[in-house]
């Protein structure tokens, strides 16, 4: 939804928006003859809000809208009759889609007698498509996405160990010895997001009422340890309120369909709250929780049946232009089993990040560490398990363009090393994986 829009308010401000600035005003803001006269007045020059005006113009181009608008603000308190910045204010506003207090910037201009004719048609103009932009966010609309991915995987450690990111434990051979494979992976899956045109004040700040809903099909299939084969089939849906350039919430109710080996193994149903909180335009922090009722199906995994709650508080960076994102985080959980020795709590925290080296080409890396205590000991041990997993991710990708059916198709190479330790050697291991994967948004 908004990539068209933000297309659309680029095309646009500088039609609109600079050619109401700039045929008001056709001297700079540091001009005294500009400052002097015209609709400005007997306006003196002063050098002080002159730079503030400039600061606050940066600010606004470099998309840091709630601070310029503040700058802006400080400006017309003491020169309430400067319209240019009065102006600029108004453009500010419509980026910011607080399109009301626009519209109210720029009446003023227009009820002031000695603002030309001409200059009256621009703010016409301008006023027009804000109002315009308004009703269009009103109107329900149904927006949809297909992605899709398939690659090859290499495997050198198939079937030995637990994967805390598929289902919490395994039933362990003392004696069983790991095996390596490789494989083929494969999702596709459907994404809508429906713009129900409901918007309401909260905290001052216009927001936006959406519902998210979406399907997804996953596969990962081994060439010859065909029992470790997973598929998961993932539906949720759930509303989203979205309160621009301020903060975002959602809440998803998902439900995951696993099947392991050939066998249907159970279901996990997730209630997912998240709320990200827009700290600057650089910085966002997000607060998020899962509750997870974990139900399975064949025998040897029922004592596993389990309530999974975690809570995480993570933040993302973005800086040098766009080019590099970072991002960390940290989440507590408890795992409540039916037997006991699969209970568990612990903590994990990540950190990573992503570097456009190229146009169309990013580096990333990525390392998390969790750590979990069990509260009992499991058959046949004397101590509880005790364990922590370091996970080291790093990879690169690159989308095609201008490659005929390639176009927009984004190639991908991830390593992935999991180092496993835990107190009861029987539960330690060692796993490396590398895909080589291709994916597209329809």
């Not at 500088?14 to 001297?27: K, N």
């Not at 051979?173 to 083929?184: A, F, N, Y």
């Not at 991908?412 to 291991?429: G, H, Q, T, W």
Request: proline fraction near 3%; aromatic fraction near 14%.
């Amino acid at each position: 939804m908004m990539g068209k829009r933000g297309r659309k308010l680029h095309i646009l401000l500088p039609l609109l928006a600079g050619m109401l600035v700039f045929m008001a005003f056709c001297l700079p803001a540091s001009s005294r003859a500009a400052d002097s006269g015209g609709i400005y007045g007997n306006i003196d020059y002063d050098a002080e809000l002159d730079a503030l005006f400039r600061d606050a113009m940066k600010k606004r181009e470099a998309g840091n809208l709630e601070a310029a608008i503040e700058e802006f603000h400080t400006i017309l308190s003491n020169q309430p009759l400067l319209h240019r910045a009065r102006l600029e204010l108004a453009v500010a506003y419509y980026r910011a889609y607080k399109f009301q207090a626009a519209i109210e910037e720029a009446k003023k201009v227009l009820d002031d007698p000695n603002t030309p004719p001409n200059v009256r048609v621009t703010i016409l103009a301008f006023l027009a498509q804000v109002k315009q932009d308004e009703e269009n966010l009103k109107v329900p609309k149904s927006y949809w996405k297909f992605p899709v991915m398939f690659g090859y995987i290499y495997n050198d450690n198939v079937n030995f160990g637990p994967d805390s990111h598929i289902f919490g434990g395994q039933i362990f051979d003392p004696g069983i010895e790991e095996e390596s494979d490789s494989g083929l992976v494969a999702s596709a899956g459907v994404d809508l997001t429906y713009q129900t045109g409901k918007h309401f004040m909260f905290n001052g700040r216009d927001t936006a009422f959406l519902w998210q809903s979406g399907a997804n099909v996953y596969h990962r299939g081994y060439f010859d340890e065909t029992d470790y084969n997973l598929a998961v089939i993932t539906l949720r849906t759930g509303p989203t309120l979205i309160s621009r350039g301020s903060w975002r919430a959602n809440l998803t109710l998902q439900d995951d369909i696993l099947y392991y080996g050939r066998e249907f193994l159970g279901n996990y149903l997730y209630l997912l709250p998240a709320v990200t909180f827009n700290v600057t335009d650089a910085l966002e922090v997000t607060l998020d929780g899962t509750f997870s009722d974990r139900d399975y199906h064949q025998s040897c995994y029922q004592g596993e049946d389990s309530f999974y709650v975690a809570g995480r508080l993570s933040a993302g960076y973005v800086t040098r232009g766009g080019r590099l994102a970072l991002q960390g985080g940290a989440e507590i959980f408890n795992e409540n089993a039916d037997d006991d020795y699969f209970s568990n709590d612990g903590w994990n925290f990540f950190v990573g990040g992503n570097l456009s080296v190229a146009e169309r080409c990013n580096l990333f890396v990525m390392f998390s560490r969790e750590e979990r205590k069990y509260d009992d000991p499991p058959p046949n041990f004397d101590d509880r398990r005790d364990e922590d997993d370091n996970r080291y991710t790093a990879g690169i990708n690159y989308t095609f363009e201008n490659m005929g059916v390639l176009s927009d198709w984004m190639i991908e190479l991830k390593y992935i090393y999991n180092d496993y330790d835990s107190n009861l050697s029987a539960y330690a291991y060692e796993r490396t994986q590398v895909l080589t994967t291709f994916s597209k948004t329809f």
